[in-house]
T-cell receptor
Framework: QKEVEQNSGPLSVPEGAIASLNCTYS??????FFWYRQYSGKSPELIMS????GDKEDGRFTAQLNKASQYVSLLIRDSQPSDSATYLC???????????FGTGTKLQVIP | DVKVTQSSRYLVKRTGEKVFLECVQD?????MFWYRQDPGLGLRLIYF???????EKGDIPEGYSVSREKKERFSLILESASTNQTSMYLC??????????FGPGTRLTVL
């Protein structure tokens, strides 16, 4: 079983719609969760961090964490073509400083 | 802004050569990481370091070594490069928040 699991996609949404990206993790003791955006040929860029159950909003992005279900999601409102990228979910597993990444979900926003 | 720089964007080496990849961060972060990223396999942790002269093996340390003589600098060494080490290499740093910030990456080709 993968430690951080994401659907590889591609997830296609029309411009202006809400994109919903999902992630599950295996370690109940995980404390910290992150979403990164990676454009093709570029390095990952941190979008959001979330540490407690519930929602955290930053502009058009909302991260949601449900520790009971071991589930993290990222909502992107009013999706733009510039949001087209691969989104990586990450969590601290098995050690405070070690972060494990999922393989990413490719998002395509269709104009 | 956190800045993480890597010594080369593109590198071509021959099988058997010793390869040095350097990474420098300017935010006084304690933790530094080396990953490789391959299509379909995601980010895989090679080595990380909590502090100067400290190092810990990640998930795929075989064929690699690291050096951290100064807090801001973390070097990855391929002792004898092989074709299966052709990959994108990404360096990252973080503070205690575990939010990792990535360098631009080095695309290494071993012929």
């Amino acid at each position: 079983q993968k430690e951080v699991e994401q659907n590889s996609g591609p997830l296609s949404v029309p411009e202006g719609a809400i994109a919903s990206l999902n992630c599950t993790y295996s370690d109940r003791g995980s404390q910290s969760f992150f979403w990164y955006r990676q454009y093709s040929g570029k390095s990952p860029e941190l979008i959001m961090s979330i540490y407690s159950n519930g929602d955290k909003e930053d502009g058009r992005f909302t991260a949601q964490l449900n520790k009971a279900s071991q589930y993290v999601s990222l909502l992107i409102r009013d999706s733009q073509p510039s949001d087209s990228a691969t989104y990586l979910c990450a969590a601290t597993l098995g050690g405070y400083q070690k972060v494990t990444f999922g393989t990413g979900t490719k998002l395509q926003v269709i104009p | 802004d956190v800045k993480v720089t890597q010594s080369s964007r593109y590198l071509v080496k021959r099988t058997g050569e010793k390869v040095f990849l350097e990474c420098v961060q300017d935010m006084d972060h304690e933790n530094m990481f080396w990953y490789r990223q391959d299509p379909g396999l995601g980010l895989r942790l090679i080595y990380f370091s909590y502090d100067v002269k400290m190092k810990e093996k990640g998930d795929i340390p075989e064929g690699y070594s690291v050096s951290r003589e100064k807090k801001e600098r973390f070097s990855l060494i391929l002792e004898s490069a092989s074709t299966n080490q052709t990959s994108m290499y990404l360096c990252a740093s973080s503070s205690d928040s575990n939010e990792q910030f990535f360098g631009p990456g080095t695309r290494l080709t071993v012929l």
